[in-house]
């Protein structure tokens, strides 16, 4: 069984910047990657950045490209979004993934295991 467990979710004005963790509790896989989706209202879910599970790859989608970075910690079974320069239109609850086939994929099905969600919210 795996649990994701998500933290540092919180009101943030705009310009300013938020951190954060997902915990991967459980068994652990050879290869896998790591994502954060995020969900707007009356938008459909989409993934953010992922990361490979020995940090060699990345994924960023356009619009949070130069301002999410996306690290993992594998001693600590941790990944963590650092989010720069946030936007009003970043507002939404965000939501860690692991994809356990390494898929490489972008898309919701492809991910295996998710965590509760985390909201954030950025004031203009």
């Known amino acids: 069984q795996v649990q994701l467990v998500e933290s540092g979710g919180g009101l943030v004005q705009a310009g300013g910047s938020l951190r954060l963790s997902c915990a991967v509790i459980g068994r652990t896989f050879s290869r896998y990657a790591m994502g954060w989706f995020r969900q707007a209202p009356g938008k459909e879910r989409e993934l953010v950045a992922a990361i490979s599970w020995n940090g060699g790859s990345t994924y960023y989608a356009d619009s949070v490209k130069g301002r999410f970075t996306i690290s993992g910690d594998n001693a600590k079974n941790t990944v963590t979004l650092q989010m720069n320069s946030l936007k009003p239109e970043d507002t939404a609850v965000y939501y860690c993934?692991?994809?356990?086939?390494?898929?490489?994929?972008?898309?919701?099905?492809?991910?295996?295991?998710w965590g509760q969600g985390t909201q954030v919210t950025v004031s203009s």
């Open positions: 993934a692991l994809d356990r086939w390494y898929s490489g994929s972008t898309k919701l099905r492809d991910y295996d295991y």
